[in-house]
């Protein structure tokens, strides 16, 4: 199985500035086929369910606002928070889908 | 407007049995896969189970592989989840998702386990 870990477990972070979280697994989760890197990005507010930001480690699903950003090739990967607004206090956890489904333990992001 | 509806969960013996549903709307049902996840409360993801279009295929993490069993219904637009010989360990919140262009893009509310004597 893929293990995916990330980094920090948690942050805190002022508003307007940088949040950043790294998610590394454990093996390749790159598709050489197409190049493109089966790791996912998702956002948890408490009490509901988590929300798709990035798929394809940079693709931003429809609606996600541009401050999120991802990064990333391989093994290791970033999610990045450009300038933090209070509404994105949340949990972060990546995802690969490379060889069935694993998510990371989760990065908890919140205001300084 | 894409709705996944899960429900059937409640608390249950250890050694017992539930079905979860999680009826979809929104979208066309048959030519997506489906997926159950799991989160203890306050803990992290961790995928259980997922059934492809027509529910020839399925399959299963380990922890569950041999207790659980996903099936789908495309005439009900209903994905489920089949448990049996439910553990404590089992005691989680289960979400329903959506297997989208490239992974997990819609996810229901969730409806809750308890394995408890």
């Not at chain 1, 893929?2 to 590394?24: F, H, W, Y």
């Not at chain 1, 390749?28 to 929300?51: D, E, H, I, T």
């Not at chain 2, 592989?65 to 489920?80: M, W």
């Amino acid at each position: 199985d893929i293990v995916m870990t990330q980094s920090p477990d948690s942050l805190a972070v002022s508003l307007g500035e940088r949040a950043t979280i790294n998610c590394k697994s454990s093996q390749s989760v790159l598709y050489s086929s197409s190049n493109k890197n089966c790791l996912a990005w998702y956002q948890q507010k408490p009490g509901q369910p988590p929300k798709l930001l990035i798929y394809w480690a940079s693709t931003r699903e429809s609606g996600v606002p541009d401050r999120f950003s991802g990064s990333g090739s391989g093994t290791d990967f970033t999610l990045t928070i450009s300038s933090l607004q209070a509404e994105d206090v949340a949990v972060y956890y990546c995802q690969q889908h490379y060889t069935s489904w694993t998510f990371g333990q989760g990065t908890r992001v919140e205001i300084k | 407007e894409v709705q996944l509806v899960e429900s059937g969960g409640g608390l249950v013996q250890p050694g017992g049995s539930l079905r979860l549903s999680c009826v979809a709307s929104g979208f066309t049902f048959r030519t997506k896969w489906m997926h159950w996840v799991r989160q203890v409360p306050g803990k992290g993801l961790v995928w259980v189970s997922h059934v492809n279009r027509d529910g020839s295929a399925r399959t299963y993490a380990d922890s569950v592989k041999g207790r659980f069993t996903i099936s789908r219904d495309n005439a009900k637009n209903t994905v489920y989840l089949q448990m049996s010989s439910l553990r404590a360990e089992d005691t989680a919140i289960y979400y329903c998702a959506r297997g989208g262009e490239a992974t997990l893009d819609y996810w229901g509310q969730g409806t809750l386990v308890t394995v408890s004597s």
